[in-house]
């Protein structure tokens, strides 16, 4: 691997994890009112689809900055049904990544407070998700124009 291609992938890494950060605070947020708000949140009891609610709403944003800034390079014209059932599934895959963070915590340790909840399914569950949502949506999401996975094109640096 050359220089180039590693500084390409942190350029373009970079940008994915500014754009995930956008996503993990709304996720963080949406899921903390959903399951503590005020007192205990109208989905306390169900940390569960709290969780699926929160990932879901930033995904929408994810989606749209992945789309626009990290993989603006990529075919301009596969902004298509195909693609957005890609990144679904892809996103299905990763929410049961971290879901699956959170119900271990929850159900098998029997850890349920804010603490316990954030640490499991927001950070090592998003660590997790995106560790895989970077690697797939490079290669599957939004492939190089001419689906060779090892080019990648540099990111604009007017970031």
């Known amino acids: 691997m050359s220089d180039s291609f590693f500084v390409r992938h942190l350029k373009r890494g970079s940008v994915f994890l500014l754009i995930g950060g956008v996503g993990f605070v709304v996720d963080a947020i949406v899921y903390n009112l959903l399951v503590y708000g005020p007192h205990e949140g109208i989905l306390f009891h169900y940390p569960i689809v709290a969780k699926t609610i929160a990932v879901g709403t930033g995904l929408i944003a994810t989606f749209i900055g992945n789309r626009l800034l990290t993989y603006r390079d990529r075919r301009k014209n596969s902004r298509s049904l195909s693609q957005v059932a890609r990144f679904a599934l892809v996103n299905v895959v990763a929410t049961l990544l971290q879901l699956g963070c959170l119900w271990f915590s929850r159900y098998v340790l029997h850890l349920a407070n ?14 997790l998700a995106t560790g895989f949502r ?7 999401v939004f492939p190089h124009q001419n689906d060779n996975a090892d080019v990648v094109e540099p990111v604009d640096s007017a970031l």
């Open 134 to 140: 970077y690697i797939s949506y490079t290669k599957w």
């Open 114 to 127: 804010p603490v316990a909840d954030n640490i499991s399914g927001t950070l090592i569950g998003q660590a």
